[in-house]
């Protein structure tokens, strides 16, 4: 095995088992520490609630899988990045490296019952200096972002099949009343099938401060960011 999947496949075995150690809900910064180390895509921060904050994201660039049908959204996440990570070390129509950023986000299009499969499409931010001409790569797909907000929540420890679902209803619960929750609303009516996702900030060999959050994508006209 070449050395690069033998550490892949190291890192996946612990992500694996290590799936216990997870802490949800505790009182995370919402400054992860790996995007003082490595590129994260930038936003402007439009508001701070209880539990939640709002973001504005502009013009990001995703290399993405497409869609996975699993009912694990472990497993998923990690047959897609598996895809990703061979982009990334040159596996592209460039044969061009591409420097590794953080965060890794699930875009989960949820099954109608608890034994169904979802829909689950994997993504790497693309690196500003690659956006411009992004190497494609055979089933792999860039998506393009303007201007989207996002309503975040954030959670700690490895990330679980379970926690997609419990951290989007928290979510949800900590935006009831708000206006946010309005411009959501009325983001999902306009698309019923709109995902919500899943951003893992953390190398599977960080054990402590882990970050991830659970992002529910929404429209809005620009003037209304400041009521």
Same mark, same amino acid.
């Given at each position: 095995?070449?050395? #690069?999947? %033998?550490?892949?496949?190291?890192?996946?075995?612990?992500?694996?088992?290590?799936?216990?150690?997870?802490?949800?809900?505790?009182?995370?910064?919402?400054?992860?520490?790996?995007?003082?180390?490595?590129?994260?895509?930038?936003?402007?921060?439009?508001?701070?609630?209880?539990?939640?904050?709002?973001?504005?994201?502009?013009?990001?660039?995703?290399?993405?899988?497409?869609?996975?049908?699993?009912?694990?959204?472990?497993?998923?996440?990690?047959?897609?990045?598996?895809?990703?990570?061979?982009?990334? *070390?040159?596996?592209?129509?460039?044969?061009?490296?591409?420097?590794?950023?953080?965060?890794?986000?699930? *875009?989960?299009?949820?099954?109608?019952?608890?034994?169904?499969?979802?829909?689950?499409?994997?993504?790497?931010?693309?690196?500003?200096?690659?956006?411009?001409?992004?190497?494609?790569?055979?089933?792999?797909?860039?998506? =393009?972002?303007?201007? =989207?907000?996002?309503?975040?929540?954030?959670?700690?420890?490895?990330?679980?099949?379970?926690?997609?679902?419990?951290?989007?209803?928290?979510?949800?619960?900590?935006?009831?009343? #708000?206006?946010?929750?309005? %411009?959501?609303?009325?983001?999902?009516?306009?698309?019923?099938?709109?995902?919500?996702?899943?951003?893992?900030?953390?190398?599977?060999?960080?054990?402590?401060?882990?970050?991830?959050?659970?992002?529910?994508?929404?429209?809005?006209?620009?003037?209304?960011?400041?009521?």
């Amino acid at each position: 095995m070449a050395p #690069s999947l %033998f550490k892949l496949s190291v890192l996946f075995n612990l992500l694996t088992n290590f799936t216990n150690w997870s802490q949800n809900g505790g009182n995370v910064e919402f400054s992860p520490t790996s995007c003082t180390r490595i590129e994260c895509p930038s936003y402007d921060l439009v508001h701070v609630g209880n539990g939640f904050e709002i973001r504005r994201y502009n013009s990001t660039v995703w290399m993405s899988t497409s869609p996975i049908v699993d009912i694990s959204l472990v497993d998923a996440t990690r047959s897609g990045f598996l895809q990703l990570f061979d982009y990334i *070390q040159g596996k592209n129509k460039y044969a061009k490296k591409i420097e590794m950023t953080a965060p890794v986000i699930v *875009q989960i299009a949820p099954s109608d019952g608890p034994v169904c499969a979802s829909s689950f499409i994997v993504s790497f931010y693309v690196p500003k200096e690659n956006q411009a001409d992004t190497p494609p790569a055979q089933g792999l797909h860039a998506q =393009k972002w303007g201007t =989207k907000y996002a309503a975040v929540r954030q959670f700690s420890g490895f990330v679980k099949d379970s926690d997609a679902g419990e951290q989007a209803l928290a979510l949800h619960d900590s935006l009831l009343g #708000s206006k946010w929750s309005d %411009f959501i609303e009325k983001s999902r009516v306009a698309d019923p099938t709109s995902p919500y996702i899943v951003a893992q900030y953390n190398s599977p060999f960080e054990f402590e401060n882990r970050v991830n959050e659970i992002w529910m994508m929404f429209d809005m006209e620009d003037g209304y960011a400041s009521l």
